[in-house]
């Protein structure tokens, strides 16, 4: 059975912003960086016109805040089920802090309608000294297929990152300052094997 994926990108988020204005800093001296007041507007205004929302089976986020946020609020008021999911993280895991997500418990206090089961407590791909490469990422995007490929649902949200989305969707990251757009739905035929 074809799956089809729907690929959402973040809000715009506080390293973003501060990207433009101190440059690579914003990855490494930010952790875990949250939406700001434009990514937090866009994923209101994204989930309110979204023609697809309703068909919508099951909604796989990354464990990071600003894909939690901008979950949340595309969903809000749905009874979609929301997950995370680890390996759907932004790259690089590693020295880009920005990309470093908090611990689960922590987690689970700021977003209570968001399923926590399938991720540890403390991140599971994040080392503090050693930056991820793209042959992991490309693991992690197999493993993230074989996991999805196991279920039932058929019409499935992923709301994740730029870099980890555009390997998903074009199998490479291409030029790091041309990001996919912000809370736009990309589709994905993911073929049965």
Known sequence: MTK???CIRHGTALHNILSRQIGDKAYTDYTDTPLVEK???ESLEFGKRWKNLKNIDIVFVSPLTRTL????????GTDKKIIAIEDILEFPQG???CNKRKKKSELINLFPNVDFSLIDENPKYWQDDIQETV??????IQTFFVFTRKRDEKNICIVSHSSFLKVLLFGEIGNWNNGLKH????EYKLEHI
């Open 4 to 6: 089809t994926l729907w």
């Open 39 to 41: 990514g937090k507007e």
């Open 69 to 76: 946020q901008t979950a949340t609020n595309i969903f809000n």
């Open 95 to 97: 020295m880009h802090y």
């Open 135 to 140: 042959s992991e990422l490309q693991k992690r």
């Open 183 to 186: 809370c736009y739905p990309y």
